[in-house]
C-alpha cells in the first residue's frame, strides 16, 4: 500500500528537522513537529506512534522521534518530487522562486515516480532546486554540504549565494529585492551586534544593511566554487 500523504508530510517533515543524512543521529521534538505541521502535539503523537508500529519511525516518550533507514529512504524520495516540481514550475513554467512552493506541496503527493524521472531528465539531472536545496537521488541519497551563513562566513571576501533555507514567499521576495538568489555574488563589509545588522554588497554592487535573522538563512560559499 502506498503511504498517504498524511504519512508522507510527517515523514518529509521529521526528515527536514532531522538534517537529512544526519538523520539517523537526531531526536526531533514532537512540540517542533506538531508546530511544523499545524496540529495538535496530541495529534502529531498519534501519528508518530502509527509510523513505529509501520517501522518508519522510532519515537521515544517526552524525548522525541527520528525516522528509520526505511522511514528515511520514504521522505526522501517525497522531498525529490518537491524540489525537482519546484525546479521545473520555475524553468519550465517560468514561475517565481517565491510561488512554486505551496505549488510543489500539492503536487508532490499527485506525480508519479515515473514523471519524476522524466523531469529530472528533462532538466538534466540537477543537483539542486531554485533555492539551492539538494535533491535527492533516485536512490534516496543526498550529497550535503556545510555551507557557513552570512553571519559565519569570512568579511570581504567574494562570495556565492549557495542556499536559501526559507521557503516564505514574503522572504525570498525580499531576498530577490536584495540580490541575494543562488548563484548570486556577494561581499559581506561588516558585521553590527549591537544593531543585529550585517552590511553587505550584493545585486548591483550597492552597499545594503539587513537583519541579522535575514543574513543566517542565507548560506555561501566562495565564489569560485560551484554553486
Known sequence: MLPSQTVENYLKTIYVAQGGEAASDTLVPM???????GVAPGTATTMVKTL???GLAHYEPYSGVRLTPAGEKLASLVLRRHRLVELFLVQVLGMNWS???????????AVSERLIDRIDAM????AVDPHGDPIPTAEGTV???DYPDLLT???????????????????????EQHGLTPGSRVVINARDPASDTVEITAGSNLRK????RAA????????????
Open 52 to 54: 513505529a508500529e509501520s
Open 123 to 126: 532538466l538534466g539531472h540537477p
Open 31 to 37: 512540540g517542533l513537529l506538531a508546530a511544523s505541521l
Open 143 to 145: 550529497t550535503a554540504s
Open 216 to 227: 543566517s538563512k542565507v548560506l555561501v560559499q566562495t565564489a569560485d566554487s560551484k554553486v
Open 153 to 175: 562566513a569570512p568579511l570581504g571576501t567574494p562570495l556565492a549565494v549557495a542556499r536559501v533555507i526559507d521557503q516564505d514567499a514574503d522572504f525570498l521576495r525580499f531576498l
Open 209 to 212: 544593511t539587513i537583519g541579522t
Open 99 to 109: 510561488e512554486v512552493h505551496d505549488e510543489a506541496e500539492r503536487l508532490e503527493h
